[in-house]
């Protein structure tokens, strides 16, 4: 999985071969956007890589009840399509609200317990084999 | 009726764009043993802010108790540096609640001395530059952010110096210490409010497998290996259901091990 995490200190020295996963960060950065608008505080650390279409990773993720989170999925291809969902530890749907726009996703989750949920992003289309994708979060 | 269709299509399409869709609905339910790259060895590490976030609302504790005072000295081994800087990040917070402007100054500081202990003052400088001047005008909520960002910047610098192992220990430091001060603020008015936050076993089993997996030069250090004794005390505890008794007992564990981080100042 750790090879699929990458946060932001590693894009910064990864090859221009990987320019693009820059763009799913800043996909993922706007997709965001609306919510910092709305007071989210937007934590500075971003996850990414790429996935094959239909290809899926869970990322756990401690999440606090009391807190209200939106996760929000971009990726780097015009014409793709990603999805983001909140799973509790049990493998719950736990996610209060959720969206996808083309290359953009979001979820909402209002934590019912403090402990482990997976954030499970996905690529639903995309005309290329690998796409890029990132993922970023805020919460208040 | 459809003088130009041309603009309903237009009009439409930008529509269309601007609601966000439904997509596809996701199943209610899945297998998690279906995501065998994804074990709990990796697991996203909250920020002291989001734990902070929910005590605010759980009432007003009185957080100058909970203040301490350690001697911050910047010479020591790399470890000890490493889960001080955490230990010192999570004080930041509990100044911060405290409202207590000398404090958060003197925790900027502090921060700035132990990064520049193990290489990474650069990275922080401006950080800390901004907490000193965001407590001075009493805008906690940046301060916090900031002190959020410093640790961010510090673990994201060492990964960078290929320091990985020593950024865990920053993490495991700032998560002893607000754990530490989460116990002692639940033990003062026990609610399952305020327990159900203690409800990290997960994390905790990180921590245990990120000091397990530590070359051995690491792991034989003698606070490192005093932390890895003290958290498989508390492992037991955080697997079952709390109780005012368990989170007392939490708490004079994550105790002993920040004076013991301390002492090795």
Redesign the interface.
Same mark, same amino acid.
């Given at each position: 999985?750790?090879r699929?995490?990458i946060?932001?200190?590693?894009c910064?020295?990864i090859t221009s071969a990987d320019a693009n996963l820059d763009d799913a960060i800043k996909s993922a950065i706007q997709a965001m956007d609306p919510y910092v608008k709305q007071g989210y505080?937007i934590?500075?650390?971003q $996850?990414g890589g790429d996935l094959g279409l239909r290809e899926?990773?869970?990322?756990?993720?401690?999440?606090?009840?009391?807190?209200d989170y939106w996760f929000c999925m971009g990726s780097d291809g015009e014409n793709a399509?990603v999805?983001i969902?909140l799973?509790d530890?049990r493998?719950?749907?736990a996610?209060n609200d959720? $969206?996808?726009?083309s290359r953009f996703?979001?979820a909402r989750i209002l934590p019912a317990?403090?402990?482990?949920y997976?954030i499970?992003v996905e690529v639903?289309a995309s005309p290329k084999e690998r796409t890029n994708w990132a993922m970023v979060y805020g919460?208040? | 009726m459809m003088k130009n269709p041309f603009a309903v299509v237009v009009a439409t399409t930008l529509l269309l764009a601007a609601i966000p869709s439904l997509g596809e609905a996701p199943p209610s339910h899945i297998d998690l043993s279906k995501f065998p790259a994804t074990q709990l060895d990796d697991i996203v590490v909250p920020l002291p802010s989001e734990v902070f976030n929910v005590l605010d609302k759980l009432g007003a504790p009185n957080w100058q108790e909970q203040l301490r005072d350690p001697k911050v000295k910047n010479r020591g081994e790399r470890e000890q540096i490493a889960l001080l800087l955490g230990s010192v990040v999570a004080e930041g917070f509990v100044a911060v609640e405290a409202a207590d402007k000398a404090r958060v100054k003197a925790i900027g500081r502090d921060v700035l001395e132990l990064s520049r202990a193990i290489g990474v003052e650069s990275t922080v400088l401006i950080r800390t530059n901004s907490i000193v001047t965001k407590a001075d005008s009493g805008d906690w909520i940046s301060v916090r952010r900031e002190l959020d960002g410093a640790l961010t910047d510090v673990k994201t610098a060492m990964i960078k110096l290929q320091d990985a192992q020593l950024a865990h220990l920053v993490s495991l430091g700032g998560w002893l210490r607000g754990t530490e001060v989460l116990t002692a603020i639940v033990q003062k008015s026990y609610s399952p409010d305020g327990a159900d936050l203690l409800n990290q076993p997960d994390l905790l089993r990180y921590f245990q497998q990120r000091l397990a997996g530590m070359p051995p030069r690491m792991r034989n250090n003698p606070l490192v290996t005093r932390i890895q004794k003290g958290l498989d005390e508390i492992s037991p505890l955080l697997n079952q259901k709390l109780t005012p008794d368990s989170v007392r007992r939490i708490n004079e564990i994550t105790g002993q091990m920040v004076k013991a981080i301390d002492s090795h100042a």
């Amino acid at each position: 999985m750790r090879r699929f995490l990458i946060l932001l200190s590693l894009c910064a020295i990864i090859t221009s071969a990987d320019a693009n996963l820059d763009d799913a960060i800043k996909s993922a950065i706007q997709a965001m956007d609306p919510y910092v608008k709305q007071g989210y505080i937007i934590r500075d650390d971003q $996850w990414g890589g790429d996935l094959g279409l239909r290809e899926q990773k869970a990322i756990p993720h401690t999440l606090f009840r009391g807190n209200d989170y939106w996760f929000c999925m971009g990726s780097d291809g015009e014409n793709a399509r990603v999805a983001i969902h909140l799973y509790d530890s049990r493998g719950k749907l736990a996610e209060n609200d959720s $969206w996808q726009r083309s290359r953009f996703a979001a979820a909402r989750i209002l934590p019912a317990a403090t402990g482990t949920y997976y954030i499970i992003v996905e690529v639903t289309a995309s005309p290329k084999e690998r796409t890029n994708w990132a993922m970023v979060y805020g919460y208040k | 009726m459809m003088k130009n269709p041309f603009a309903v299509v237009v009009a439409t399409t930008l529509l269309l764009a601007a609601i966000p869709s439904l997509g596809e609905a996701p199943p209610s339910h899945i297998d998690l043993s279906k995501f065998p790259a994804t074990q709990l060895d990796d697991i996203v590490v909250p920020l002291p802010s989001e734990v902070f976030n929910v005590l605010d609302k759980l009432g007003a504790p009185n957080w100058q108790e909970q203040l301490r005072d350690p001697k911050v000295k910047n010479r020591g081994e790399r470890e000890q540096i490493a889960l001080l800087l955490g230990s010192v990040v999570a004080e930041g917070f509990v100044a911060v609640e405290a409202a207590d402007k000398a404090r958060v100054k003197a925790i900027g500081r502090d921060v700035l001395e132990l990064s520049r202990a193990i290489g990474v003052e650069s990275t922080v400088l401006i950080r800390t530059n901004s907490i000193v001047t965001k407590a001075d005008s009493g805008d906690w909520i940046s301060v916090r952010r900031e002190l959020d960002g410093a640790l961010t910047d510090v673990k994201t610098a060492m990964i960078k110096l290929q320091d990985a192992q020593l950024a865990h220990l920053v993490s495991l430091g700032g998560w002893l210490r607000g754990t530490e001060v989460l116990t002692a603020i639940v033990q003062k008015s026990y609610s399952p409010d305020g327990a159900d936050l203690l409800n990290q076993p997960d994390l905790l089993r990180y921590f245990q497998q990120r000091l397990a997996g530590m070359p051995p030069r690491m792991r034989n250090n003698p606070l490192v290996t005093r932390i890895q004794k003290g958290l498989d005390e508390i492992s037991p505890l955080l697997n079952q259901k709390l109780t005012p008794d368990s989170v007392r007992r939490i708490n004079e564990i994550t105790g002993q091990m920040v004076k013991a981080i301390d002492s090795h100042a």
